[in-house]
């Protein structure tokens, strides 16, 4: 039962950790989104919310630029969820912190890749708002990284 329990509690610290790493990646995706490169409508939550001006771009443009975006806003949020990861909620040393962090980001970077592909056709080809399209890379991360860091990359 102790067992159990331990992983349970592994698990939420995992989420907790994910949490801050996403709100990072989310609040950096739309700082380059709306400044650098123009990718947000004006019916995105963070537009209206915010009450944002925005650059209008067309749809290809959009889905470029909100793929590069996302690129950046992935090189900060990944190193935050490995700190996390690493202070919080899994025990590393099962490889040597180069090859460790490599493996974290290579693992990261394949989940990432997945939902930014996903990304970038749900607005090229079916014009979706950036908000949602953008949602894909969470959902594709979750389901693909706390399995390879539990049991690949760090002492579960």
């Not at 793929?67 to 040393?93: D, K, P, Q, R």
């Not at 912190?97 to 970038?120: A, P, W």
Request: contains cysteine.
């Amino acid at each position: 039962m102790a067992l159990d329990s331990a992983a349970v509690i592994q698990f939420i610290k995992y989420g907790l950790a994910g949490g801050i790493a996403t709100i990072t990646h989310i609040t950096i995706f739309h700082l380059i989104a709306w400044k650098i490169f123009p990718a947000l409508q004006e019916k995105d939550h963070a537009v209206q919310f915010f009450n944002l001006t925005i650059k209008k771009v067309n749809d290809a443009t959009r889905a470029r630029n909100s793929m590069i975006s996302n690129f950046i806003a992935f090189l900060i949020s990944n190193m935050v969820a490995y700190i996390t990861n690493i202070l919080w909620v899994f025990e590393g040393g099962k490889y040597p912190f180069l090859i460790e962090i490599l493996l974290f980001y290579c693992v990261s970077g394949i989940s990432v890749f997945l939902g930014t592909m996903l990304m970038g056709t749900l607005i090229r080809r079916f014009g979706m708002l950036t908000t949602y399209a953008f949602s894909t890379n969470i959902v594709t991360a979750v389901m693909i990284n706390y399995v390879m860091r539990k049991f690949f990359i760090f002492h579960g």
